[in-house]
């Protein structure tokens, strides 16, 4: 079975400065996509970036962008010049390429950002 | 315009009780999901649907049902409510890859 580790619980930076939150995950596939989502106090759950992981580029979203070690099986979120509004819990997720199959979690990290 | 909506955004029940949350999606999605996130923040599937059929249905109690009466709606029904079934349910929809979510319905059992 698929599992997806955030070993950080919660991550803390300071205003306009850079923060990686990290992930792993496990599986013996080789087509898949990796997945950022953003949820805030408000609770909705929002895509913050998108991985396949069949392109060595990494993908970028303006102030987001990730770190993809496919054979280390590595998937870290770096946000750049972080703002007040990035403060959130951040839950990193994997879903197996064929098919609409569900996304697999981690526990999630929650960024602070510090004024 | 929202893509996927649900309703209601709250709901407070006493145990024992039925209830049920409606999802609509307006995207032309042929798939749609339902997931569970725990007190503890943890985000699990529970069922899936494709072109209104049940693929996928995790080890969730059968006293969950989801209904779908057509592609762009995904309901969840739940019978005989328990402290545990607490949490806040979230329906999901996707096209090729990516999900879109719904602003979440929070349930809290008495």
């Known amino acids: 079975a698929q599992t997806v580790t955030q070993s950080q619980p919660e991550m803390s930076v300071q205003e306009a400065e850079t923060v990686t939150l990290s992930c792993t995950y496990d599986t013996s596939e080789s087509d898949y996509y990796l997945f950022w989502y953003k949820q805030p106090p408000s609770r909705q759950m929002i895509l913050v970036i998108r991985?396949?992981?069949?392109?060595?580029q990494n993908a970028t979203e303006n102030r987001f962008s990730v770190n993809f070690q496919k054979a280390a099986k590595s998937f870290s979120l770096k946000i750049s010049d972080s703002q007040l509004g990035d403060a959130a819990m951040y839950f990193c997720?994997?879903?197996?390429?064929?098919?609409?199959?569900?996304?697999?979690f981690g526990k999630g990290t929650r960024l602070s950002v510090i004024a | 315009d929202t893509a996927v909506s649900q309703t209601p955004k709250y709901l407070v029940t006493q145990m024992g009780n039925d209830k049920s949350i409606k999802c609509e999606q307006n995207l032309g999605h042929d798939t749609m999901y339902w997931y569970k996130q725990d007190s503890k923040k943890f985000l699990k599937i529970m069922f899936s649907?494709?072109?209104?059929?049940?693929?996928i249905n995790e080890t969730v109690p059968n006293r969950f049902s989801p209904k779908s009466p057509d592609k762009a709606h995904l309901n969840l029904h739940i019978n005989s409510l328990e402290l545990g079934d607490s949490a806040v349910y979230f329906c999901?929809?996707?096209?090729?890859?990516?999900?879109?979510f719904g602003p979440g319905t929070r349930l809290t059992v008495l």
């Open positions: 997720a994997y879903r197996l390429g064929s098919g609409n199959t569900p996304l697999v």
């Open positions: 999901a929809s996707s096209l090729i890859n990516t999900q879109y």
């Open positions: 649907y494709n072109n209104k059929e049940l693929i």
């Open positions: 991985q396949e992981a069949y392109k060595q």
